[in-house]
């Protein structure tokens, strides 16, 4: 196709032009939200390539997420066409894999590594602390996890880190992190930092391999600079290369291991951010990458972009207001020509229920009204555990729904456990793997067996699966067990010749779950939560043909057998969580935490939860650091809006089972008021004293009632791993999946439900619920839609319930 330079060109403003035509030194663009940063980016490759200034091969681009990636790579095919293919297009992550699949070997490493994620990793490390005789309770392992991932993202092996080590027990997770080191190498796996430091390490060892992907990148992209932490930073130098990397390299005895010169010029770099966007502090990100860009690279430019051609002037404003209260940042000069558009909507609900019902009637309004499909539509929360209320009213009226990241399709046990099948096949060095599916589902090998096999796997310094081989010759295991670890042993022999005979990946799961009993098991089950996991195992068999497709139609090739199977799993470990938002399914609201949202546009925002103690967390209510870092939160959240946004909050909300009171978001208060229509108030506030609840005034905010609960419900407590894949996920788990799978996909029917009439209960009814039974009403409270009742369900507990119509409740 011939491509015309001023096509390629069109819709750029002045300064996002000059980024794309900007040629030679290293380039930062900095702007806020919406101003075209990405935009910038995707049109700046499609021009290389149609000015001729690079080819595909030359071509490497980071983005945040596999998705955004994705949507890149099918930008520049529309603009260039299919050669866009071989471009590398991904996350430092998938990046990384791909380059130490290519070199493995010298980092002592099989090509066919398994990646460990977050909650493998824990695993080990508990394996490792448990080694030590450390106390779980002083040393939890999530702790000394989340410690020694800080020290990889500061490329700090386990000798430094031992070196450097001023406190108990700073030794401890130095010992821990070395011990936890070994056992990956002898595993033959890496975890997720690693992927980031080994391939560090990698570049800044071997020159020759440096050298090799130097020629190879000519031009290096990276969106969301500001995220960056120490390890990517480092990472990026090294691929650029050139007059930047005037060091010397040195071996920890002080031998020489790279010269500080460099024949090939330093690749052409452009990085783009927004400080007030950095969100991933405790990944160890860090706004002094972008900050100090200029001082890194001397001969840098940097261009500002100033118009946001995303958001109307009214969230515009709204944003700037929070945002501009962070002390130490450069102010910017965001402007749209969109006009102000829609006021922003409030609306402070009695309880959580309440909020989840406003904004269900509010989307299916709009959607009545013809202005805006489901898909358009997002809602977005501080912590996973306040998706819950949410999905509970959704399932109840029908609203189609997706939640993106939390309860994770590959977070579900019997995911996991498939997979865990599948990784020990196509790598039997796997121990963490293989241990996990020793006795799964239960096959009369104990824990006692299983740490003798351990014992024996140390002493003997054999792989744990030649453990599991010589069970005849091991001491102390039960014959019963010997017995049992024989039929896993001459199992796993079966299902490892049809993997070497070719079998494909789906292929091959179906028979593990068949010949290892687990499907039979979830078949007989009366637990109706096993249906569901039995249709999530099916889903997973579709996941992996469809895995393999894609995989056959790319441009590397994979033989059949193991290496296919490593690849496919090496896919899914690297999903993150945007990247199950299905593109086809346009017809869904989308549920997300803030972080997850950032880079995304929506025409209309619900952000929930803006109270004290929620958004800000309450870790971040005394540190002013923490509390900076929830204002970008903010400024991400407001940002996503097109066209609509909505914020509300609740006077009460039951955490973990609790319920209490939170004062209005501090945030809620930096929103100039003529900016908002707060289409409900607080009716009767339970804290405070008679002050304006709805901006949860002065004195109130410190009420004693919020402070207790918080630290009696312990429910806060952690460190930066509430959201994501941590506690605020876990405590849901099962349940909330189950009933994702329940409702399936597909839109369920939908109940007219603001027509229907309300149940009107008192206190001692006699009621009939479809799911819980038969039960007594011990208290009701509110009218209308925010009319709730307690149920006394006899062994099913004590429920409330919100009485609006579609209720699957009859009063007898
Ligand atoms: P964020 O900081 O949230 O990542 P960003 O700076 O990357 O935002 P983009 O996502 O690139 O911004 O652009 C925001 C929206 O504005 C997109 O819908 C994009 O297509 C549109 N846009 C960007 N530049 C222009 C332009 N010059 N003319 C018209 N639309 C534009
Ligand atoms: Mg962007």
Redesign the pocket.
Known sequence: RQLNIEELLE???DQ?RAAVEHRGAPLLVV??????????LTRRIAYLLGVGGATPGEILAITFTNKAAAEMKERVAELVGARARSMWVSTFHSMCVRILRNEATHLGYKSTFTIYDSADSQRLVALVAADLDLDSKRFPARSLAAQISNLKNELLDPATAAERADSDIAKVVAEVYAGYQARLKAASALDFDDLIMETVALLQVFPAVAEHYRRRFRHVLV??YQDTNHAQYTLVKELVGGAHDAREVRAADGELVRAATSSIPAAELVV?G?AD?SIYAFRGANIRNIVEFERDYPSARTIL?E?N??STQTILSAANAVISRNPERRAKNLWTAAGNGEMIVGYVADNEHDEAAFVTKEIDRLVDEGSIRFGDVAVFYRTNSSSRAFEDVFVRMGMPYKIVGGVRFYERKEVRDALAYLRALANPADEVSLRRILNTPKRGIGDRAEAALAVYSQKEKVPFAQALASVADIPFIATRSVKAISGFNEMMDLLRADLDGGAEPADLLTSVLEKSGYTELLEISSDPQDASRLENLEQLVTVLRERVEILQGGEENFAAGAPLLAAVLEQLSLVADADSIPDSEAGMVTMMTLHTA??L?FPVVFLIGWEDGLFPHMRALADDKELAEERRLAYVGI??SRERLYISRAVTRSTWGQPGANPASRFIQDIPEELVDWQRLAEAPDYGSGSQSWYGGGGSRSAPVSAGRFSSSGGFSGSGSSFGSGTGGSQYGESAQSRLAATGTKSTGRTGWQNSATLALAVGDRVSHDKYGLGTVIASEGVGVRATATIDFGAAGKIRLMLIGGVPLTKL
């Open positions: 819709g750029l403003n996002q702007a806020g939200a919406g101003s075209g940063k990405t935009r910038v969106d969301e783009v927004d966007q972009l118009q051609y995303r950032k880079g546009e940002t996503r």
